[in-house]
């Protein structure tokens, strides 16, 4: 069974730390990983991750996509109170059109 | 443009009514998708739909019904909705390409969603 695990599931830190979300899975046929951050209603689009474009960045946030380790990361620095949300990792599988989603870790940025 | 918007943004509804979700994007995607997140829970699939035809039900009771009438357009109908059936619906749509295009269009945009409450 395809499966995705995010870590940690919960992170509180102060404004101006800096942060990492880890991101595994275990696939039969991976083919991209996406990062979306949710806040209070629909999950937003951040980054697509394949075979061909291992390491994004935008602003703050950059995040790296490791074949071997079959895991990614999603890193924040100088973090801000609009940062807080519940960030979902995602892979898509080869074959199939949907995503399978992990279970979200809840990121809390205290002034 | 990456909008998908959804109507309406609350529901409330006995367990005999029957109502509709609505979803509606101007993307050009072809294929579109019903999600229902729980509470502290990931999104979960219900239903794709690739070039208006039903491609995947993630065995999903038959007490949601979706419908996608054209390619912009998607709808779930509810009827004899249960209490556990209350919870955030998601629409989502993707562009739909052949494994032959070489691109990959994994990236699903979401709607607002319907926040959905049955009595």
């Known amino acids: 069974e395809d499966k995705v695990v995010q870590s940690p599931l919960s992170l509180v830190v102060h404004e101006g730390d800096t942060v990492t979300l880890n991101c595994s899975y275990e696939v039969t046929n991976f083919r991209s990983l996406l990062w979306y ?4 209603k629909a999950p937003t689009f951040l980054f697509m991750l394949t075979s061909s474009g291992i390491e994004k960045k935008s602003g703050r946030l950059s995040s790296i996509l490791d074949k071997k380790e079959l ?6 620095t100088a973090t801000q109170t609009g940062d807080s949300a519940i960030y ?3 892979v898509g599988i080869q074959g199939a059109q949907k995503l399978v989603f992990g279970q979200g ?3 809390t940025i205290n002034p | 443009d990456t909008e998908v918007t959804q109507t309406p943004k609350h529901l409330v509804m006995g367990m005999t009514n029957k109502k509709s979700l609505k979803c509606e994007q101007h993307m050009g995607h072809r294929a579109m998708y019903w999600y229902k997140q729980k509470a502290k ?7 794709v739909y690739s070039y208006e035809k039903l491609s995947i039900n993630e065995s999903v009771p038959s007490r949601f019904s ?3 009438p054209n390619s912009s357009l998607l709808n779930l109908h509810l009827h004899a909705l249960q209490p556990e059936d209350s919870a955030l619906y998601l629409c989502a749509s993707s562009q739909f390409l052949t494994p032959s295009s070489g ?15 049955v009595l």
């Open chain 1, 37 to 40: 951050k949710q806040e209070k």
């Open chain 1, 88 to 90: 979902l990792c995602a």
């Open chain 2, 41 to 47: 829970k990931p999104p979960e699939l219900m239903f």
């Open chain 2, 66 to 68: 979706p419908e996608c």
């Open chain 2, 103 to 117: 691109r990959i269009t994994d990236t699903q945009y979401f709607g607002p969603g319907t926040r959905l409450t």
């Open chain 1, 105 to 107: 870790t809840r990121l």
């Open chain 1, 71 to 76: 895991s990614s990361i999603l890193n924040i």
